[in-house]
């Protein structure tokens, strides 16, 4: 069995998860260093940050058990602080 099928099916789902944010936190630093203001980098950025917020929510904070008004609060808290940030960059553009 490989190790990508095993992780998705749980048997190495932590080592897969902490993986995962060790390589888009390197991918974000790479990337905020580049020293490129322009939006798509900025938009990028941000998508990472989505997904090491998802990562630490769905596997570190073990919210698939907890009840779901509670899990979907703390996700849409995931999505939405990450696209405050990313509007108020648009906002600093405008004025």
Same mark, same amino acid.
């Given at each position: 069995?490989?190790?990508?099928? =095993? @992780? ?8 897969? =998860?902490?993986? @995962?944010?060790?390589?888009?936190? %390197? ?12 939006? =798509?980098?900025? @938009? ?21 058990? @907890? ?7 703390? &996700? ?6 990450? %696209? ?8 600093? &553009?405008?004025?």
């Amino acid at each position: 069995m490989s190790y990508l099928k =095993a @992780a998705l099916q749980g048997k190495y789902r932590l080592e897969f =998860a902490w993986g @995962a944010l060790v390589f888009l936190s %390197l991918g974000g630093l790479f990337l905020g260093e580049s020293g490129d203001p322009r939006l =798509a980098i900025i @938009a990028l950025i941000v998508g990472i940050m989505i997904l090491k917020g998802r990562l630490v929510i769905d596997f570190f904070l073990e919210l698939n058990h @907890a009840n779901p008004t509670l899990r979907r609060m703390v &996700r849409l808290y995931g999505v939405s602080i990450p %696209l405050l940030l990313l509007f108020s960059e648009l906002l600093g &553009r405008w004025f």
